[in-house]
């Protein structure tokens, strides 16, 4: 019989014209190909030449088109008219709305730039935001990094001068052992998909994943370990005890490429206890085998003894790095027996992961044959590799011991020397830096003035008491406590607390209150009702305590209602942006790279791009990098002309490809006024892969250095060494022992020397340690889903079907001794609040840990959804049971060196909840909509417009 094959059209022309842009439906940043068709988005599909996504696509990412199509879309600028939250507003002109900001804005910059407080969400600008809080000349800015993975971000670059995700990845390629900690693949989607992809046809390859919740990733895991949360750092000191107690380190690797032969000073008392001895020129000493004497540790030569108490010339006595950090972790209180009883993991399960490692790293080694040059000008025939590789995120990072849990990974992962190597952890350029990088906060006293820039950036990396940002009395400068003497390293600032802080005045009352893509008013908040509260308050003249509100986002989110000015932005298919060197970049461990976003097609809606308005803004407050001489605006184009035109330094702008006027140089040189057309050319990303002799050991590869130091990258092209003990953190502990010129205020002391210790530590997290575990027996945590990023997935009509609403998702055994079953209501109850949700039971869960999906929840009536809309009566949030103070008030809910939010530490009882009605607790008011929102279709369709006429709602008939 004759075969009849159906004819399938595999390409068919779905569109005019393609355009080539950088998804934004999640933080990955893939590039993409935007079918069009009649001017209208028809069609998305994952670009196969970029570097980070090679072709995939994920689900959210071709859904893109109904988040651009989204009914919540603002349309218009607006005005407050009626009490915040009311929902009442007027529509406004732009102008009028720029008028009204710039008239607030310039009587603060010309009085008091510290009551401007601008912070930004998940938005991908933070190189111009960041930029423009410094010219305005307020220190109070962020990014949403405080709330989300600063502990990974700081540890990691304090300690190996890179971190994960966009400062490193898995040598994918090579590895032979992953090891994911927490919720890790909702940051790097794509990559890691694809890497685990390569690493599952790799015969003898494991994937061992670390979570106290087997979803998303973990679920193709080879083993999954269902760690108790906020227990990590514990389990991977036991291992690092299993590794250092069989001698299997990776000696070699610890005394060329990491401060493990520095000697440290051994001397209490001593205003340099702890610090590292230093020679005449400032450099490091080791104790040199060959000379039996102190000598520089950084010299080429050297042969640094590893162990041992020396005696100094000045009679000090000094111990390695490598001495000190054997004594703490040889210590019983890091065996796997201690260790399983926190944890939850069985010695032995412990004993065995640390010998697969051990295994992993040195019986399967990799040598690949391709010569290269240290930072010596010493040759090398073959890069050594060690094939483990490890990945984590926000899991282990939203803890109070979340910043010592991610550098005990990064010292396990330096004893296995597996940074930077075959199969290990690699470098995204422009990382290595320097641990840590140079720039510190400003914003001192002196360097806040009316009408003036700060002279630096608001954020950075403190490396002792005198780079804080306190008063004389040691109050602190900033409105959230960044960089103060109770969170003394919160590099990224701590974005959880301005609303709080703002309300109270404390440190001081803000005038205007500017926030970008946060929806601080509901899922991004902690004690969302008291944050409401806070937004609405009024002092004793019935003034709002917070007097001005400017919100700017592109949806109606719940924070809109609370806004006194709405700057409707753009989607991101409508606008130009850029994913720059100057932030974080698209690079892969291959080389550097950097993408655009372009308008693949243009707003039908009074909108405007928000790094356009806030470059108008500047201009218009006669900011000078945003000013020519004449006062005119200096980038009259917007966001576009500033990405071609604007300097950071000579030579180095927000884009690294095609530079110089003939657009032949790369990362540095002059503007080329055909810059983006260049781009647009080339799929919109520039990348340039790095020689095969500079992909490894970039933190000793001498040519790449150089080339790094050539590119504005790192002020030298000096061998960047890894920090095991981190003479920083000794320096904070020391001044809480009382040296220095600049100490801690005694109620801070004991914190300080407590949680500054320069080796990786454990200790409970503040919430379990402060509440009785007995009343509150059961670890509560969220994540993202894979179907959903940003908050405003739930506005989007595809995706909204996969998640219209989140259970509490618990083990079933769990489910069995609170008295429930799958579907039962529950009360889950906190120090701090009480909440109403529904149940689902499952195997794959820690047994004393409860989870949801986060910001699936919704208030009613935001997003434009319907008013009994799944997300508003059964969706729920856990943050109203997470307090933005520990339990003693005192501080915040935060990691103590980092002030990294620690969403993960909540503790919870669960009961049953009698009489359900099928409504989540708690319910607020209806949010009203706020005019110019879309009149909501019953049935929200899409492409029907594209077929031919005669065929429509064919389906609703049949
Ligand atoms: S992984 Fe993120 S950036 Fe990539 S396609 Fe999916 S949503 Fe877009």
Redesign the pocket.
Known sequence: MAHQQEQIDLSPKVSDEVKFST????????G?KVHVRDGQVRYIE?NPNHP??GGV??G??SA?IMQHLSPARLSKPLKRTGPRGSGEFEEISWEEALQTATRWLADIRNSDPRKLAFFTGRDQSQSLTGFWASQFGTLNHAAHGGFCSVNMAAAGLYTVGGSFWEFGEPDWDHTRYFMMFGVAEDHD??PIKKGLGKLKTRENAKFVSINPVRTGYSAIADEWVGIRPGTDGLFVLALIHELLRSEAVDLDFLARYTNAPWLVRQQEGHPEDGFFIRGEDGKPLCWNRQTNAAANALAPDVSPVLSGTFTLTDGARARPVFDLMMERYLDQQYAPERAAEVTGIPAADIRRIAAELAHAAFEQEIELDIEWTDWAGRKHDTFIGRPVAMHAMRGISAHSNGFHTCRAIHLLQMLLGSIDCPGGFRYKPPFPRPCPPGARPAGKPGEVNPGQPLPGPPLGFTTGPEDLLVNGDGSPRRIDKAFSWEYPMSSHGMMHMVIHNAWAGDPYPVDTLFMYMANMGWNSSMNTAGTIRMLTDTDENGEYRIPHIIYSDAFASETVSYADLVLPDTTYLERWDCISLLDRPISTAHGPADAIRQPVVQPDRDVRAFQTVLIDLGARLGLPAFTNEDGSAKYPGGYADYLVNHERLPGIGPLAGWRGADGSLQGKGPVNPGQLDAYTENESFWSYALPESQQYYKHANGPYLEYAQSMGWIPSSDQIVMQIWSEPLQKFRQAARGHGQQQPPDEHRERIETYFDPLPIWYAPFEEAAVSTDEYPVHAITQRPMAM?HSWGSTNAWLRQIHGYNRLCMHHDLARRIGVQDDDWVHVESHHGRIKAQIRTMSGCNRNTVWTWNAIGKRKGAWNLDENAAEGKKGFLLNHLISELLPNKRYSNSDPVTGQAAWFDLRVKITRAEADDETSEPQFEVLKSVPGEQKRPAILRFGEQFLPRSSWRRKDKT
């Open positions: 998804c934004y439906m999640c933080a990955c940043r893939c993409i994952g980070i996504n696509l994920c959210k990412g893109g989607s794509n990023y």
